[in-house]
């Protein structure tokens, strides 16, 4: 069973940093991308019919190459560990509209999610 745990988060202030990571288990971690989405305030309830309200924000390739949604594009770094199994996401130069729940994903599976506030 593919288990997908993220952590980190919480709150960061306008042009702050953040990391999140998301530990895998129950997969061939060394042979899947691995994607992190997000889903803005006010949308939590459209999770079970809305997982397509969840904006993607980055992709990391079995390989390591990166893809990023132009809106964050330049401030946040998807990278992955095979060692330790994980993937992270770094964020910084924070925004407002940054705020959300983040989410990663591999083969249809998601995370349960974590809170990411950005407030002075």
């Known amino acids: 069973q593919v288990q997908l745990a993220e952590s980190g988060g919480g709150l960061g202030q306008p042009g702050g940093s953040l990391r999140l990571s998301c530990a895998v288990s129950g997969i061939t971690f060394s042979s899947v991308g691995m994607g992190w989405y997000r889903q803005a305030p006010g949308k939590e309830n459209e999770r079970v019919a809305g997982?397509?309200?969840?904006?993607?924000?980055?992709?990391?390739?079995?390989?390591?190459?990166?893809l990023y949604a132009d809106a964050v594009q330049g401030r946040f770094t998807v990278y992955r560990d095979h060692n330790k199994n994980t993937v992270y996401l770094d964020l910084e130069n924070l925004k407002s509209d940054d705020t959300g729940v983040y989410y990663c994903?591999?083969?249809?599976?998601w995370g349960r999610g974590i809170q990411v506030t950005v407030s002075a």
């Open positions: 997982a397509r309200e969840r904006e993607w924000v980055a992709t990391v390739t079995s390989f390591g190459d990166a």
């Open positions: 994903k591999t083969a249809n599976v």
